[in-house]
């Protein structure tokens, strides 16, 4: 492992010339990639870390959208806004993330857990727009960091309980009384809350609408997949409690994805749009993974890559027209078919993915996950339908609004699409409808 982590921190001296660290996160993103034809099942790499399938593809995820942050952050580069600071802020990110997806430890899972939210925060509110950003900043380390008191306190119970902390090798909980309960509720809620699902949602479109372009795809390509990846990691060990609660996450999820989506139907914001769509996406997620079926997992893990990959590629066109208007209201961002033509295909592309079209990995991932979550309970079929429609619906309603109709006419002039844009947009699109050819890497079994 040390092999990736020690030119992470090697590209933090380098952080002074912005294309030697862009250079040096490609050459990197591609020596992870090179190992997708390894037989991967946790083998020691030292120091407690070690990948297995869902591992790896995550950190292969997080260098991935790491090295197109870089490429999509030009304007911090060229507004020489602390752009030095803000390379080692983003490969400090990186680095936790590593030793995230890589340990073996839960104490340390949960220590670099944790670590990753304090770059994100100097992100928000260093390179942020608005004021609003340091309200938006005490939402998300308020939200999540409540709920992680619980989770460290358990996972001190769980070394008291069974003198170990590797994973794995933690004792499983098998009776069904109200303390293995509470223990599960204080397991679970904070990665819940990072995911977010519905209820616990409020942190998300706020730091969204605050943080900088590279704020927003790095949360929403790999910070939320953080909560899916530990509750892969720690449900086995509640199984029987789970399965008494799984009704109720599952219920939870399907009414709140059902409430958001027709909440993305009235947003005028860009940004807030994408933010509460990637919410719909996430609860589709957490059904999965709560009724424990291999097709659940299976799903839940293709989604968690394909929005990533999408989700951060929309961010990152809005940004671009941010960038150009100097606004995120839908209500002048609009008729860019007429400034744009060219950006108009990554937008449909891009959109397309977002309501699962094929050949995207998110048409494979919502299939299991519907396949899973009917053979749970036929009663779902109404929340998921609904699901499936409006999410449709509001994708739809943020293409034709932004690219057709007449342009703004306070719009005086507006740059055409660089190519170091197009490269980035390309850069998602296609491994998400790529990898739909060798789902054996994405599905993490």
């Known amino acids: 492992m040390l092999k990736f982590l020690l030119p992470v921190v090697l590209l933090m001296k380098f952080s ?58 030009q304007q911090v580069k060229s507004k020489n806004n602390f752009f030095n600071m803000f390379l080692i802020v983003n490969l400090f990110l990186l680095l936790s993330l590593f030793l995230t997806f890589s340990s073996l430890n839960y ?4 220590i670099s857990f944790e670590m990753s939210l304090i770059p994100t925060l100097i992100l928000i509110l260093g390179w942020g727009y608005q004021p609003e950003r ?13 709920m992680s008191l619980p989770l460290l306190g358990s996972l001190l119970y769980i070394y008291s309980s069974s003198g170990s902390l590797t994973m794995s090798m933690g004792s499983v909980v098998l009776n069904n009384n109200y303390i293995s309960v509470i223990w599960y509720f204080c397991t679970i809620m904070a990665f819940l809350v990072k995911l977010p699902m519905y209820m616990f949602h409020l942190w998300l479109p706020k730091a969204h ?92 893990v293709v989604v968690m890559v394909g929005h990533g990959l999408c989700s951060s590629g929309l961010f990152c066109l809005a940004n671009m027209m941010y960038e150009r208007v100097g606004s995120r209201s839908l209500l002048i961002n609009k008729g860019m078919l007429n400034l744009l033509p060219s950006m108009g295909l990554w937008w449909f592309l891009l959109s397309v993915g977002n309501m699962a079209a094929p050949p995207t990995l998110n048409l494979f991932g919502e299939i299991s996950l519907i396949v899973s979550l009917m053979s749970w309970s036929t009663l779902s079929l109404i929340g998921l339908m609904l699901i499936s429609f409006f999410s449709a619906s509001y994708t739809l309603y943020m293409y034709s609004l932004s690219q057709h109709g007449i342009f703004f006419n306070a719009l005086y002039s507006c740059s055409s699409g660089k190519v170091r844009e197009y490269l980035v947009l390309f850069f998602h699109w296609f491994p998400l409808n790529i990898l739909i050819l060798n789902l054996n890497l994405v599905m993490g079994i």
Request: charged fraction near 5%; aromatic fraction near 14%; glycine fraction near 10%.
């Open 107 to 110: 104490l340390m899972f949960y």
């Open 209 to 300: 609408v605050e943080a900088p372009v590279a704020g927003s795809m790095i949360l929403a390509g790999v910070l939320l997949k953080l909560g899916g990846y530990g509750l892969i990691r720690l449900l086995y060990m509640f199984q029987k409690v789970s399965l008494n609660f799984s009704w109720v996450w599952v219920s939870i999820s399907l009414l709140g994805g059902v409430l958001i989506s027709l909440l993305c139907l009235r947003q005028v914001d860009l940004k807030s749009l994408i933010a509460y769509s990637s919410v719909v996406h996430m609860s589709m997620v957490i059904c999965g993974l709560m009724i424990f079926s291999w097709w659940g997992m299976m799903g839940a």
């Open 16 to 73: 002074d010339s912005w294309k030697v660290t862009q250079l040096g996160l490609g050459v990197l993103s591609a020596l992870v990639g090179l190992m997708c034809f390894h037989n991967l099942y946790l083998y020691s790499l030292g120091f407690e870390l070690g990948l297995d399938f869902v591992s790896y593809i995550m950190v292969y995820l997080s260098v991935w959208i790491m090295f197109l942050v870089i490429i999509s952050s």
């Open 134 to 146: 340091i309200q938006a900043g005490v939402y998300m380390l308020f939200y999540t960091l409540t």
